[in-house]
Nanobody
Framework: QVHLVESGGGLVQPGGSLRLSCAGS????????IGWFRQAPGKEREALSC????????YYVESVKGRFTISRDDATNTVYLQMNSLRPEDTAVYYC????????????????????WGQGTQVTVSS
């Protein structure tokens, strides 16, 4: 059974950094494209970044390009999201997700309709 668990969220000041982790269990995470998403209060869930399974290629939405970096460590079945230069508008619950069938990173990041989600981790950017 596919299980995803996010961690690493917390309270950080504007301009600060956090690294989020998405740990997979019950499946070989390296076979799947993995995406990071977030949902702020009163807003729809949105995609941030996705990473491919086969070559580690990455996709970022414009709002996080140059600030966020996605990476994967298949030895530990974990995908990371390094977030730098955080802004108050980055405050949200952050989720990782994947699908049971093969999907491109653009396809994964183009929708929030996915088969498997973690429980989310709260990120709060505030002084």
């Amino acid at each position: 059974q596919v299980h995803l668990v996010e961690s690493g969220g917390g309270l950080v000041q504007p301009g600060g950094s956090l690294r989020l982790s998405c740990a997979g269990s019950g499946f070989h995470l390296d076979y799947y494209a993995i995406g990071w998403f977030r949902q702020a209060p009163g807003k729809e869930r949105e995609a941030l970044s996705c990473i491919a399974s086969y070559d580690g290629s990455q996709y970022y939405v414009e709002s996080v390009k140059g600030r966020f970096t996605i990476s994967r460590d298949d030895a530990t079945n974990t995908v990371y999201l390094q977030m730098n230069s955080l802004r108050p508008e980055d405050t949200a619950v952050y989720y990782c997700a994947t699908d049971r069938n093969p999907i491109s990173i653009r396809g994964l990041c183009n929708t929030v309709n996915h088969d498997f989600w973690g429980q989310g981790t709260q990120v709060t950017v505030s002084s």
